[in-house]
């Protein structure tokens, strides 16, 4: 995958986030998929609607003129909150990868960059919320992610940079 870029989403893209929003929606194993419209719940579609805004930031992967993964975040308020809101000032952020291109250090190489850029914009922290089972759970472990607040299912996970 050494041909894999990482680079900032163009805005003729952005209609990609929605592929992504889909994608990064945590089904357990055995669980039936939802439908694809469930993007546009307001819950789900905070996320990516109206992206491009001023502190709306992405990074994508693409492999062979492909856009394969993406990175991003969004600083949601107190009367829009996300599932990973900390405050109004730290950034929430999203992730996923195309289901063929997983487990294939693209997510890392993704949150890698994500997490340069938002040191360089001078951010404090980002936050995010996953599902425990998750594999991702472990990966933003790694990257110094820390629980924040947890139930039984799910975490929001808190990064100081």
């Known amino acids: 995958m050494s041909a894999i870029i990482i680079r900032e989403i163009k805005p003729s893209e952005y209609s990609f986030l929605e592929e992504m929003l889909y994608v990064s929606i945590f089904i357990a194993e055995g669980a039936e998929k939802l439908p694809r419209t469930i993007i546009f719940e307001p819950e789900l ?10 502190n709306d930031h992405c990074m994508v992967a693409e492999f062979n003129n492909r856009l394969v993964g993406a990175c991003w975040i969004r600083i949601l308020d ?27 250090g693209i997510g890392s190489k ?6 340069h850029q938002l040191k360089q914009l001078k951010y404090k922290q ?19 992610f820390t629980n924040f607040e947890r139930t039984e299912k799910s975490a929001t996970m808190l990064k100081q940079l």
């Open 45 to 54: 579609h905070k996320y990516i609607k109206d992206f491009g805004q001023k």
């Open 78 to 104: 107190e009367s829009n909150k996300g599932y990973g809101f900390v405050d109004a000032q730290t950034p929430e952020l999203g992730m996923a990868v195309l289901p063929e291109f997983q487990n294939k």
């Open 110 to 115: 993704l949150l890698q960059a994500m997490l």
């Open 126 to 144: 980002v936050s995010l919320s996953v599902d425990l089972e998750n594999f991702a759970y472990k990966v933003y472990t790694k990257f110094g």
